[in-house]
Protein backbone atom coordinates (compact mmCIF):
# COMPACT_ATOMS: atom_id res chain seq x y z
CA UNK A 1 0.00 0.00 0.00
CA UNK A 2 2.70 2.33 0.56
CA UNK A 3 4.60 2.05 -2.37
CA UNK A 4 1.64 3.72 -4.13
CA UNK A 5 1.43 7.29 -1.86
CA UNK A 6 3.86 9.00 -3.86
CA UNK A 7 5.28 11.92 -1.44
CA UNK A 8 5.78 15.32 -3.70
CA UNK A 9 7.47 17.06 -1.79
CA UNK A 10 10.88 15.29 -2.46
CA UNK A 11 12.37 14.71 -6.11
CA UNK A 12 11.88 10.75 -6.46
CA UNK A 13 14.04 8.70 -8.06
CA UNK A 14 12.76 5.78 -10.41
CA UNK A 15 11.27 3.17 -9.31
CA UNK A 16 13.29 0.60 -10.64
CA UNK A 17 17.43 0.61 -10.71
CA UNK A 18 19.43 -0.31 -13.50
CA UNK A 19 23.04 -1.37 -13.85
CA UNK A 20 25.10 1.53 -14.68
CA UNK A 21 26.25 1.79 -18.58
CA UNK A 22 30.29 0.88 -18.65
CA UNK A 23 32.07 2.00 -21.32
CA UNK A 24 32.99 -0.55 -23.92
CA UNK A 25 36.26 -2.44 -22.44
CA UNK A 26 38.06 -4.35 -24.50
CA UNK A 27 39.16 -4.30 -28.43
CA UNK A 28 35.78 -1.84 -29.22
CA UNK A 29 36.77 0.86 -27.45
CA UNK A 30 39.70 3.19 -29.15
CA UNK A 31 43.36 2.27 -27.48
CA UNK A 32 44.67 5.72 -26.55
CA UNK A 33 47.80 4.12 -26.17
CA UNK A 34 47.76 2.63 -29.88
CA UNK A 35 51.07 5.38 -30.59
CA UNK A 36 52.98 5.10 -27.26
CA UNK A 37 52.81 7.62 -24.41
CA UNK A 38 52.98 10.95 -24.32
CA UNK A 39 56.00 11.19 -22.75
CA UNK A 40 57.54 7.99 -24.96
CA UNK A 41 57.47 5.62 -21.63
CA UNK A 42 57.12 2.13 -22.14
CA UNK A 43 53.25 1.07 -20.79
CA UNK A 44 55.03 -0.25 -17.35
CA UNK A 45 57.72 2.15 -16.83
CA UNK A 46 57.19 4.26 -13.69
CA UNK A 47 58.29 8.10 -14.02
CA UNK A 48 61.61 8.95 -12.80
CA UNK A 49 61.89 9.63 -8.90
CA UNK A 50 64.26 12.02 -6.87
CA UNK A 51 64.15 11.55 -3.07
CA UNK A 52 65.71 13.77 -0.70
CA UNK A 53 65.45 13.03 3.46
CA UNK A 54 65.75 16.05 5.90
CA UNK A 55 64.94 18.98 3.79
CA UNK A 56 62.86 20.33 5.98
CA UNK A 57 65.08 19.64 9.34
CA UNK A 58 68.40 20.20 8.41
CA UNK A 59 68.05 24.14 7.34
CA UNK A 60 70.30 25.90 8.85
CA UNK A 61 69.20 28.29 10.49
CA UNK A 62 70.88 31.90 9.87
CA UNK A 63 68.92 33.85 12.75
CA UNK A 64 66.41 31.68 14.91
CA UNK A 65 67.16 29.23 17.26
CA UNK A 66 66.16 26.03 15.35
CA UNK A 67 66.06 23.47 17.75
CA UNK A 68 65.87 19.78 16.80
CA UNK A 69 63.13 19.05 19.24
CA UNK A 70 60.71 21.66 17.59
CA UNK A 71 60.94 20.06 14.54
CA UNK A 72 60.45 17.30 12.97
CA UNK A 73 61.72 13.46 13.68
CA UNK A 74 61.95 12.97 9.87
CA UNK A 75 61.22 14.52 6.62
CA UNK A 76 61.53 13.88 3.01
CA UNK A 77 60.64 15.13 -0.49
CA UNK A 78 59.28 12.85 -3.27
CA UNK A 79 59.21 13.48 -7.02
CA UNK A 80 57.84 11.53 -9.49
CA UNK A 81 57.66 13.08 -12.88
CA UNK A 82 55.49 15.92 -12.32
CA UNK A 83 54.28 14.87 -9.07
CA UNK A 84 55.66 16.69 -5.82
CA UNK A 85 55.45 15.49 -2.24
CA UNK A 86 56.67 16.75 0.86
CA UNK A 87 56.18 14.72 4.06
CA UNK A 88 57.33 15.63 8.08
CA UNK A 89 56.76 13.09 10.67
CA UNK A 90 56.70 13.27 14.27
CA UNK A 91 57.78 11.24 17.09
CA UNK A 92 57.21 8.92 18.49
CA UNK A 93 55.98 10.95 21.06
CA UNK A 94 53.30 10.91 23.82
CA UNK A 95 50.10 10.28 22.50
CA UNK A 96 46.79 11.97 23.67
CA UNK A 97 44.95 8.31 23.38
CA UNK A 98 47.36 6.72 24.94
CA UNK A 99 47.38 2.45 23.92
CA UNK A 100 48.83 0.75 26.51
CA UNK A 101 49.32 -2.01 24.10
CA UNK A 102 50.84 -0.34 20.71
CA UNK A 103 51.66 2.45 18.99
CA UNK A 104 49.22 4.61 17.00
CA UNK A 105 49.94 5.94 13.26
CA UNK A 106 47.87 8.96 12.75
CA UNK A 107 48.73 10.75 8.58
CA UNK A 108 47.28 13.89 7.48
CA UNK A 109 47.08 14.30 3.71
CA UNK A 110 46.56 17.96 2.19
CA UNK A 111 46.90 18.92 -1.18
CA UNK A 112 48.35 22.56 -1.44
CA UNK A 113 45.36 25.14 -3.01
CA UNK A 114 47.65 25.21 -5.87
CA UNK A 115 48.27 21.19 -6.50
CA UNK A 116 45.92 20.84 -9.06
CA UNK A 117 46.33 22.33 -12.29
CA UNK A 118 42.83 21.93 -13.50
CA UNK A 119 40.83 23.93 -10.25
CA UNK A 120 42.14 25.50 -7.53
CA UNK A 121 41.48 23.83 -4.13
CA UNK A 122 39.97 25.37 -1.20
CA UNK A 123 42.42 25.31 1.92
CA UNK A 124 39.33 23.68 4.07
CA UNK A 125 40.61 19.88 4.05
CA UNK A 126 37.65 18.24 1.70
CA UNK A 127 36.16 14.91 2.04
CA UNK A 128 38.37 13.69 -0.53
CA UNK A 129 42.06 14.42 1.58
CA UNK A 130 40.47 12.89 4.82
CA UNK A 131 39.63 9.47 2.71
CA UNK A 132 43.21 9.64 1.41
CA UNK A 133 44.59 10.37 4.90
CA UNK A 134 42.87 7.17 5.59
CA UNK A 135 44.06 5.01 2.66
CA UNK A 136 47.80 6.22 3.69
CA UNK A 137 46.75 5.12 7.35
CA UNK A 138 45.86 1.35 6.39
CA UNK A 139 48.89 1.45 3.79
CA UNK A 140 51.68 2.04 5.72
CA UNK A 141 51.21 1.41 9.36
CA UNK A 142 51.25 -2.41 8.76
CA UNK A 143 54.75 -1.92 7.79
CA UNK A 144 56.09 0.34 11.33
CA UNK A 145 56.73 -2.06 14.42
CA UNK A 146 53.79 -0.32 16.70
CA UNK A 147 54.28 -2.65 19.61
CA UNK A 148 57.66 -1.23 20.14
CA UNK A 149 56.31 2.00 20.81
CA UNK A 150 53.39 1.56 23.65
CA UNK A 151 51.79 5.33 24.34
CA UNK A 152 53.22 6.83 22.10
CA UNK A 153 52.24 8.18 18.75
CA UNK A 154 53.40 8.82 15.19
CA UNK A 155 52.28 11.65 13.04
CA UNK A 156 52.37 12.22 9.50
CA UNK A 157 51.93 15.21 7.60
CA UNK A 158 51.83 14.62 3.97
CA UNK A 159 51.21 17.68 1.82
CA UNK A 160 51.08 17.43 -2.28
CA UNK A 161 52.84 20.60 -3.78
CA UNK A 162 51.63 19.51 -6.98
CA UNK A 163 49.68 16.42 -8.16
CA UNK A 164 49.36 14.69 -11.25
CA UNK A 165 46.92 11.88 -11.80
CA UNK A 166 45.16 10.83 -8.41
CA UNK A 167 46.38 7.31 -7.68
CA UNK A 168 49.57 7.93 -8.75
CA UNK A 169 49.93 11.16 -6.56
CA UNK A 170 48.18 8.34 -3.26
CA UNK A 171 51.42 5.94 -4.15
CA UNK A 172 53.71 8.55 -4.55
CA UNK A 173 52.60 9.74 -0.89
CA UNK A 174 53.13 6.29 0.11
CA UNK A 175 56.61 6.13 -1.00
CA UNK A 176 57.64 9.08 0.09
CA UNK A 177 55.92 8.53 3.82
CA UNK A 178 58.47 5.77 3.81
CA UNK A 179 61.45 7.52 3.01
CA UNK A 180 60.42 10.14 5.70
CA UNK A 181 60.18 6.93 8.24
CA UNK A 182 63.16 5.80 7.84
CA UNK A 183 64.78 9.15 8.34
CA UNK A 184 63.40 9.47 11.49
CA UNK A 185 64.62 6.30 12.88
CA UNK A 186 61.42 4.36 13.49
CA UNK A 187 61.18 0.92 13.80
CA UNK A 188 59.96 -0.86 10.70
CA UNK A 189 59.46 -4.59 9.26
CA UNK A 190 59.64 -3.21 5.83
CA UNK A 191 59.58 0.18 3.66
CA UNK A 192 56.11 -0.39 1.86
CA UNK A 193 56.58 0.88 -1.89
CA UNK A 194 53.26 1.94 -4.23
CA UNK A 195 52.78 2.07 -7.37
CA UNK A 196 49.27 2.72 -9.64
CA UNK A 197 48.10 1.54 -13.20
CA UNK A 198 45.43 1.92 -14.98
CA UNK A 199 43.56 0.09 -17.58
CA UNK A 200 43.52 1.12 -20.86
CA UNK A 201 41.67 -0.34 -23.61
CA UNK A 202 42.61 -3.94 -22.94
CA UNK A 203 46.34 -2.79 -21.12
CA UNK A 204 47.60 -2.30 -18.30
CA UNK A 205 49.65 1.41 -18.23
CA UNK A 206 51.71 1.85 -15.13
CA UNK A 207 51.64 5.64 -13.82
CA UNK A 208 49.18 7.42 -15.25
CA UNK A 209 49.46 10.91 -15.73
CA UNK A 210 46.43 12.85 -15.23
CA UNK A 211 45.32 12.96 -18.97
CA UNK A 212 46.30 9.22 -18.85
CA UNK A 213 43.73 8.71 -15.95
CA UNK A 214 41.32 10.18 -17.46
CA UNK A 215 41.68 8.28 -20.76
CA UNK A 216 41.85 5.09 -18.70
CA UNK A 217 38.66 2.95 -17.69
CA UNK A 218 39.93 1.52 -14.12
CA UNK A 219 42.56 2.11 -11.38
CA UNK A 220 44.07 0.30 -9.43
CA UNK A 221 47.05 1.42 -7.05
CA UNK A 222 49.15 -1.32 -4.94
CA UNK A 223 51.10 -0.93 -1.70
CA UNK A 224 53.83 -3.72 -1.38
CA UNK A 225 56.34 -4.04 1.18
CA UNK A 226 58.84 -6.47 -1.19
CA UNK A 227 61.01 -7.64 1.50
CA UNK A 228 58.15 -9.58 3.23
CA UNK A 229 56.71 -9.83 0.15
CA UNK A 230 53.06 -8.60 1.15
CA UNK A 231 50.55 -6.47 0.10
CA UNK A 232 49.64 -3.76 2.96
CA UNK A 233 46.79 -1.89 -0.18
CA UNK A 234 45.03 -2.64 -2.75
CA UNK A 235 42.39 0.44 -3.93
CA UNK A 236 40.69 -0.26 -7.53
CA UNK A 237 38.58 1.88 -9.48
CA UNK A 238 36.20 0.95 -11.82
CA UNK A 239 35.62 -2.99 -13.82
CA UNK A 240 37.98 -5.32 -14.38
CA UNK A 241 37.64 -9.33 -15.23
CA UNK A 242 39.46 -11.79 -12.81
CA UNK A 243 42.24 -12.38 -15.14
CA UNK A 244 43.04 -8.25 -15.66
CA UNK A 245 42.99 -7.94 -11.64
CA UNK A 246 45.68 -10.98 -11.42
CA UNK A 247 47.48 -10.00 -14.37
CA UNK A 248 47.46 -6.01 -12.87
CA UNK A 249 48.40 -7.32 -9.53
CA UNK A 250 51.72 -9.14 -10.75
CA UNK A 251 52.87 -6.09 -12.74
CA UNK A 252 52.12 -3.77 -9.98
CA UNK A 253 53.87 -5.40 -7.40
CA UNK A 254 56.80 -5.83 -9.67
CA UNK A 255 57.26 -2.58 -10.42
CA UNK A 256 57.04 -1.53 -6.49
CA UNK A 257 59.77 -3.72 -6.32
CA UNK A 258 61.57 -1.69 -8.77
CA UNK A 259 60.80 1.88 -6.54
CA UNK A 260 61.44 -0.02 -3.39
CA UNK A 261 64.72 -0.53 -4.62
CA UNK A 262 65.40 3.13 -5.71
CA UNK A 263 63.84 4.10 -2.35
CA UNK A 264 66.58 1.87 -0.71
CA UNK A 265 69.43 2.82 -2.83
CA UNK A 266 68.87 6.30 -1.63
CA UNK A 267 68.34 5.84 2.02
CA UNK A 268 71.93 3.57 1.82
CA UNK A 269 73.45 6.61 -0.20
CA UNK A 270 72.31 8.95 1.81
CA UNK A 271 73.97 7.13 5.20
CA UNK A 272 77.46 6.93 3.86
CA UNK B 1 69.13 -3.68 -5.04
CA UNK B 2 70.51 -4.14 -2.44
CA UNK B 3 72.27 -7.43 -1.11
CA UNK B 4 70.58 -9.70 0.63
CA UNK B 5 73.41 -12.09 1.94
CA UNK B 6 71.53 -15.35 3.11
CA UNK B 7 75.29 -16.56 4.68
CA UNK B 8 77.24 -14.15 5.49
CA UNK B 9 80.24 -14.72 7.05
CA UNK B 10 80.89 -13.32 10.66
CA UNK B 11 82.92 -10.60 9.66
CA UNK B 12 81.01 -8.43 7.27
CA UNK B 13 78.22 -8.60 9.26
CA UNK B 14 79.26 -5.59 10.77
CA UNK B 15 79.75 -2.11 9.32
CA UNK B 16 76.73 -2.79 6.58
CA UNK B 17 74.54 0.05 5.71
CA UNK B 18 70.59 -1.60 5.75
CA UNK B 19 67.12 -0.10 5.15
CA UNK B 20 64.39 -1.51 7.07
CA UNK B 21 63.26 -4.88 6.37
CA UNK B 22 66.94 -6.41 4.81
CA UNK B 23 68.30 -9.58 6.31
CA UNK B 24 71.68 -9.10 8.44
CA UNK B 25 71.63 -12.98 8.98
CA UNK B 26 70.26 -16.17 9.09
CA UNK B 27 73.12 -17.45 11.33
CA UNK B 28 71.47 -18.60 14.68
CA UNK B 29 74.69 -17.86 16.51
CA UNK B 30 74.08 -13.93 16.70
CA UNK B 31 71.36 -12.60 19.00
CA UNK B 32 69.10 -9.06 18.35
CA UNK B 33 70.00 -6.45 19.36
CA UNK B 34 68.40 -2.95 18.95
CA UNK B 35 67.02 -1.60 15.55
CA UNK B 36 66.51 -5.19 14.80
CA UNK B 37 63.66 -8.14 14.48
CA UNK B 38 63.71 -11.68 14.38
CA UNK B 39 61.83 -14.31 12.01
CA UNK B 40 62.75 -17.37 12.55
CA UNK B 41 66.30 -18.01 12.48
CA UNK B 42 66.68 -14.77 10.28
CA UNK B 43 67.58 -11.17 11.72
CA UNK B 44 66.16 -8.44 9.66
CA UNK B 45 66.89 -4.83 10.28
CA UNK B 46 64.02 -2.52 11.10
CA UNK B 47 66.11 0.94 11.02
CA UNK B 48 67.69 2.71 8.28
CA UNK B 49 71.28 2.85 9.39
CA UNK B 50 74.36 1.07 10.16
CA UNK B 51 75.32 -2.33 11.55
CA UNK B 52 77.37 -3.14 14.45
CA UNK B 53 78.24 -6.57 15.90
CA UNK B 54 79.30 -6.77 19.51
CA UNK B 55 80.55 -10.53 20.26
CA UNK B 56 77.50 -12.09 19.35
CA UNK B 57 75.20 -9.57 19.81
CA UNK B 58 74.02 -7.63 16.36
CA UNK B 59 72.63 -4.32 16.43
CA UNK B 60 71.84 -1.74 14.00
CA UNK B 61 72.11 1.93 14.69
CA UNK B 62 70.15 4.48 12.78
CA UNK B 63 71.62 8.42 12.43
CA UNK B 64 68.54 9.64 14.56
CA UNK B 65 67.12 8.03 17.33
CA UNK B 66 64.87 9.17 19.86
CA UNK B 67 66.49 9.09 23.86
CA UNK B 68 66.14 5.81 25.34
CA UNK B 69 66.49 6.12 29.11
CA UNK B 70 69.08 4.27 31.21
CA UNK B 71 68.30 4.15 35.31
CA UNK B 72 71.28 6.54 36.50
CA UNK B 73 71.00 8.81 33.07
CA UNK B 74 70.99 12.94 33.78
CA UNK B 75 68.77 14.65 31.81
CA UNK B 76 67.21 17.68 31.30
CA UNK B 77 63.42 18.16 31.05
CA UNK B 78 60.40 20.55 30.48
CA UNK B 79 57.29 20.09 32.68
CA UNK B 80 54.43 19.38 30.59
CA UNK B 81 51.42 18.65 32.74
CA UNK B 82 50.82 19.03 36.06
CA UNK B 83 49.07 16.01 37.33
CA UNK B 84 47.96 13.99 40.35
CA UNK B 85 50.89 13.74 42.77
CA UNK B 86 52.90 14.06 39.73
CA UNK B 87 54.48 16.12 36.70
CA UNK B 88 54.79 14.84 33.17
CA UNK B 89 58.24 15.70 31.87
CA UNK B 90 58.91 16.06 28.60
CA UNK B 91 62.24 13.91 27.66
CA UNK B 92 62.60 13.66 24.39
CA UNK B 93 61.95 9.60 24.70
CA UNK B 94 59.09 7.96 22.96
CA UNK B 95 56.76 8.95 25.98
CA UNK B 96 56.84 11.71 28.46
CA UNK B 97 58.79 11.14 31.91
CA UNK B 98 57.10 11.28 35.81
CA UNK B 99 58.28 13.28 38.23
CA UNK B 100 56.29 11.82 41.42
CA UNK B 101 55.81 14.50 44.12
CA UNK B 102 57.78 11.81 46.44
CA UNK B 103 60.52 12.24 44.33
CA UNK B 104 61.09 15.90 45.35
CA UNK B 105 63.20 18.04 47.39
CA UNK B 106 61.34 20.50 49.61
CA UNK B 107 62.29 23.93 49.56
CA UNK B 108 65.08 24.21 52.44
CA UNK B 109 65.87 20.65 52.41
CA UNK B 110 63.30 19.69 55.18
CA UNK B 111 62.74 16.07 55.44
CA UNK B 112 59.09 15.17 55.73
CA UNK B 113 56.44 12.75 53.92
CA UNK B 114 54.54 15.38 51.52
CA UNK B 115 51.28 16.30 52.80
CA UNK B 116 48.12 17.50 51.14
CA UNK B 117 48.74 20.49 51.27
CA UNK B 118 52.05 20.27 49.22
CA UNK B 119 50.08 18.39 46.53
CA UNK B 120 47.87 21.70 46.27
CA UNK B 121 50.73 23.88 45.46
CA UNK B 122 52.82 21.76 43.38
CA UNK B 123 52.50 24.63 41.00
CA UNK B 124 54.81 26.77 43.11
CA UNK B 125 57.53 23.79 42.59
CA UNK B 126 57.19 23.19 38.96
CA UNK B 127 54.59 25.09 36.76
CA UNK B 128 54.26 24.01 33.16
CA UNK B 129 57.21 24.86 31.00
CA UNK B 130 59.53 24.68 33.27
CA UNK B 131 62.72 22.63 32.85
CA UNK B 132 63.85 20.49 35.12
CA UNK B 133 67.39 19.26 35.69
CA UNK B 134 67.00 15.50 37.29
CA UNK B 135 68.27 11.69 37.47
CA UNK B 136 66.23 8.74 36.19
CA UNK B 137 65.20 6.73 39.20
CA UNK B 138 63.93 4.17 37.48
CA UNK B 139 61.24 2.66 34.55
CA UNK B 140 57.34 2.07 35.21
CA UNK B 141 55.72 -1.41 34.05
CA UNK B 142 54.90 0.77 31.00
CA UNK B 143 58.46 1.79 30.17
CA UNK B 144 57.98 5.63 30.94
CA UNK B 145 60.86 6.94 33.27
CA UNK B 146 60.33 7.96 36.62
CA UNK B 147 63.08 10.76 37.60
CA UNK B 148 63.76 12.34 40.80
CA UNK B 149 65.37 15.79 42.10
CA UNK B 150 66.68 14.55 45.38
CA UNK B 151 69.78 16.43 45.35
CA UNK B 152 71.33 20.15 45.90
CA UNK B 153 72.64 19.91 42.46
CA UNK B 154 69.29 18.99 40.67
CA UNK B 155 66.19 20.98 40.49
CA UNK B 156 64.41 23.86 38.67
CA UNK B 157 66.89 25.21 36.07
CA UNK B 158 67.48 29.56 36.05
CA UNK B 159 69.38 32.19 34.37
CA UNK B 160 70.00 30.56 31.74
CA UNK B 161 69.45 29.25 27.94
CA UNK B 162 68.13 25.82 26.59
CA UNK B 163 69.45 24.12 23.10
CA UNK B 164 68.61 20.67 22.27
CA UNK B 165 70.56 18.54 19.99
CA UNK B 166 70.70 14.81 18.55
CA UNK B 167 70.63 12.58 21.77
CA UNK B 168 73.35 10.32 20.23
CA UNK B 169 76.11 13.19 20.53
CA UNK B 170 75.91 13.49 24.16
CA UNK B 171 77.59 10.38 25.97
CA UNK B 172 76.94 8.95 29.12
CA UNK B 173 79.82 10.07 31.98
CA UNK B 174 80.83 10.91 35.12
CA UNK B 175 79.88 14.06 35.48
CA UNK B 176 77.43 16.12 33.59
CA UNK B 177 77.12 19.33 35.14
CA UNK B 178 80.05 21.33 34.03
CA UNK B 179 81.47 24.99 34.98
CA UNK B 180 83.39 26.15 32.04
CA UNK B 181 86.64 28.18 32.45
CA UNK B 182 84.56 31.07 31.05
CA UNK B 183 82.63 31.25 33.79
CA UNK B 184 79.45 29.02 32.16
CA UNK B 185 77.60 26.45 34.05
CA UNK B 186 76.53 24.08 31.22
CA UNK B 187 74.01 20.66 32.10
CA UNK B 188 74.90 18.42 29.52
CA UNK B 189 71.19 16.27 30.01
CA UNK B 190 71.93 12.52 28.14
CA UNK B 191 68.72 13.47 26.41
CA UNK B 192 69.90 16.19 24.42
CA UNK B 193 68.48 18.93 26.03
CA UNK B 194 71.37 21.24 27.35
CA UNK B 195 71.06 23.89 29.78
CA UNK B 196 73.68 27.13 29.43
CA UNK B 197 73.29 29.14 32.20
CA UNK B 198 75.30 31.76 34.46
CA UNK B 199 77.54 30.76 37.17
CA UNK B 200 76.16 30.13 40.43
CA UNK B 201 78.39 28.52 42.97
CA UNK B 202 77.58 25.62 44.96
CA UNK B 203 78.25 27.61 48.04
CA UNK B 204 75.42 30.24 47.18
CA UNK B 205 73.21 27.58 45.96
CA UNK B 206 73.54 25.59 49.14
CA UNK B 207 72.88 29.18 51.20
CA UNK B 208 69.46 29.60 48.96
CA UNK B 209 68.26 26.53 49.60
CA UNK B 210 64.73 27.99 50.58
CA UNK B 211 64.77 29.81 47.16
CA UNK B 212 65.52 26.84 45.03
CA UNK B 213 62.22 27.06 43.23
CA UNK B 214 62.16 30.24 42.81
CA UNK B 215 61.02 31.62 39.43
CA UNK B 216 63.40 34.90 38.96
CA UNK B 217 66.56 35.21 37.53
CA UNK B 218 69.85 36.29 39.31
CA UNK B 219 70.95 39.83 37.85
CA UNK B 220 73.05 38.65 34.53
CA UNK B 221 75.60 41.25 33.36
CA UNK B 222 75.84 42.07 30.01
CA UNK B 223 79.22 39.86 29.43
CA UNK B 224 78.08 36.53 30.94
CA UNK B 225 74.58 37.21 28.39
CA UNK B 226 77.09 37.29 25.42
CA UNK B 227 79.18 33.93 27.42
CA UNK B 228 75.94 32.27 27.67
CA UNK B 229 75.21 33.17 24.14
CA UNK B 230 78.18 32.32 22.66
CA UNK B 231 78.50 28.87 24.29
CA UNK B 232 74.98 27.78 23.44
CA UNK B 233 75.72 28.73 19.87
CA UNK B 234 78.76 26.56 20.39
CA UNK B 235 76.58 23.47 21.22
CA UNK B 236 74.49 24.30 18.14
CA UNK B 237 77.34 24.31 15.93
CA UNK B 238 78.70 20.78 16.73
CA UNK B 239 75.23 19.43 16.76
CA UNK B 240 74.48 20.81 13.11
CA UNK B 241 77.63 19.42 12.26
CA UNK B 242 77.42 15.89 14.39
CA UNK B 243 80.28 16.26 16.65
CA UNK B 244 80.10 14.97 19.96
CA UNK B 245 79.07 17.29 22.71
CA UNK B 246 81.50 16.74 25.86
CA UNK B 247 82.92 19.45 27.99
CA UNK B 248 85.80 19.34 26.14
CA UNK B 249 84.66 19.86 22.66
CA UNK B 250 82.26 22.53 24.29
CA UNK B 251 85.43 24.17 25.66
CA UNK B 252 87.54 23.41 22.17
CA UNK B 253 84.33 25.43 20.06
CA UNK B 254 84.33 28.33 22.76
CA UNK B 255 88.23 28.88 22.07
CA UNK B 256 87.96 28.37 18.66
CA UNK B 257 85.14 30.53 18.13
CA UNK B 258 86.91 33.75 20.23
CA UNK B 259 87.97 35.09 16.88
CA UNK B 260 84.28 35.60 15.85
CA UNK B 261 81.12 37.85 17.18
CA UNK B 262 79.01 35.17 18.81
CA UNK B 263 76.07 36.54 17.13
CA UNK B 264 77.72 34.99 13.60
CA UNK B 265 78.83 31.45 15.05
CA UNK B 266 76.27 29.89 12.94
CA UNK B 267 76.57 31.39 9.50
CA UNK B 268 77.45 28.36 7.29
CA UNK B 269 81.39 29.03 6.73
CA UNK B 270 82.34 29.98 10.19
CA UNK B 271 80.47 27.14 11.67
CA UNK B 272 82.16 24.68 9.40
CA UNK B 273 85.55 26.72 10.02
CA UNK B 274 85.42 26.47 13.53
CA UNK B 275 83.70 22.16 13.66
CA UNK B 276 87.04 21.65 11.66
CA UNK B 277 89.39 22.87 13.67
CA UNK B 278 87.57 21.32 16.78
CA UNK B 279 87.73 18.18 15.04
CA UNK B 280 91.17 18.71 14.32
CA UNK B 281 92.02 19.36 17.94
CA UNK B 282 90.02 16.50 19.52
CA UNK B 283 91.62 14.65 16.88
CA UNK B 284 95.65 15.40 18.40
CA UNK B 285 94.16 14.85 21.81
CA UNK B 286 92.90 11.21 21.25
CA UNK B 287 96.52 10.57 19.45
Known amino acids: MATNIIDRRRINGPQRSVEPLYAQSGAAAADPFARGRADERALDQVRPIFIKTGPLAAQPAEHEALSSASAASGTAFYEQGKIRISCAVYGPRQGRRSNARAGSFDCDFRYAPFACSWKRRSHVRGADEKEISLILEHAVAPAIRLEAYPKACIDAFVTVIESDGKAATIAAAINCISAALADAGIEMYDSVAACSMGLAGARWVADCAQPEEDAALCSMLIAYMPGADEITYILQHGKTTPEQTDQAVQTCTDMCARVYAVICRYLQSSLE | ?287
Open chain 2, 1 to 287: MMDIDTEPVAADVAARIVTPGSAITSDPAFMRGHGTFGEGATIYSSVAGVVERINKLVSVRSLKQRYSGEIGDIIVGRITEVAAKRWRVDVNSRQDGVLLLSSINLPGGIQRRKSESDELQMRSFFAEGDLVFAEVQSYFADGALSLHTRSIQYGKLRNGTFVAVFPQLVPRSRTHFHTLPCGVDIVLGVNGYIWVSKHVSAAKVEANAEHIYSDRNEPISDAEREAIARVANCVQLLNRLYVKITETSVIFAYEESLGHAAKDLLSQDVAAELAHSVMARLKQQAS
